[in-house]
């Protein structure tokens, strides 16, 4: 049941609060106030928080997930049972890659933005196992 709360119960409060300042001052959630923050520091903390909040009886565990952005550092996460965890970089064989740019996919993740629009207007553009691009909102939802 664990795996099922919107956040790790291992931390703190006071934690989960600075977390989400950080996201909210990196532009990743609430409104958009221009561009979303690229640096390293912000990154990792999107990307850890993402692979937090993956759901791992969605996809079988060993699947990759690869963002590939046009204006920013890649980024994968790993699922794995208990040992779910985010990377800078490219994976060797990922399950699903998602093309896009970074705004783009911080304004999907914030709400700001509607995924199918995105894939019609082909700034998203998936590849690989497109059966676990249908899971996505089961994953991270």
Partial sequence: M????PW????????????????????YI?????????????MSL??????RSARTDVLP??????????DATPWYVE???GSTAAHRGRAEQPTLTLETRFDDWVDLIAGRADARALLLKR?????GDLRSLVKLPKLFG
């Fill in 79 to 81: 699922l794995n049972n």
């Fill in 123 to 127: 700034k998203l553009r998936p590849s």
């Fill in 8 to 27: 790790d119960p291992a931390t703190t409060p006071e934690e989960r609060a600075q977390r989400a300042v950080a996201m909210y001052a990196a532009g």
């Fill in 61 to 70: 565990a060993g699947s990759t997930i690869q963002w590939s952005f046009a």
């Fill in 2 to 5: 664990a795996d099922e709360l």
């Fill in 30 to 42: 609430g409104p958009r106030d221009g561009q979303a923050a690229r640096d390293e520091h912000s």
């Fill in 46 to 51: 999107l990307f850890e928080e993402i692979a």
